[in-house]
């Protein structure tokens, strides 16, 4: 079992920055992926990057270039920084640890961008 824990959403002016970090603890395999997915209300969840144990990132096409994914794996932590942040970025941001056909999630930040 492996439990998520966000940290650093909130409220932030758009244009402005946010770091979230997301400390993972329990069985946790070197081989595995961690992502940021995101939801807004009333739409569906969506990833906004990932990064394999081997540093392999990918991001969502409306993110590239102003989100930042990284993590460290001494400390068992995933962080997704984010810039120039706008009001289309506002949503509850999960943190997502798969392995195999094993998932955990999670409970969620709210990051919220005022126009």
């Known amino acids: 079992q492996v439990q998520l824990v966000e940290s650093g959403g909130g409220l932030v002016q758009a244009g402005g920055s946010l770091r979230l970090s997301c400390l993972a603890s329990?069985?946790?395999?070197?081989?595995?992926?961690m992502a940021w997915y995101r939801q807004a209300p009333g739409v569906q969840r969506e990833l906004v990057a990932l990064i394999t144990s081997y540093g392999s990132t990918s991001y969502a096409d409306s993110v590239k270039g102003r989100f930042t994914i990284s993590r460290d794996n001494a400390k068992n932590t995933v962080y997704l920084q984010m810039h120039s942040l706008g009001p289309e970025d506002t949503a509850v941001y999960y943190c997502?640890?798969?392995?195999?056909?094993?998932?955990?999630w999670g409970q969620g930040t709210q990051v919220t961008v005022s126009s």
């Open positions: 329990g069985t946790i395999f070197s081989d595995n992926t």
């Open positions: 997502n640890y798969r392995r195999s056909y094993y998932n955990s």
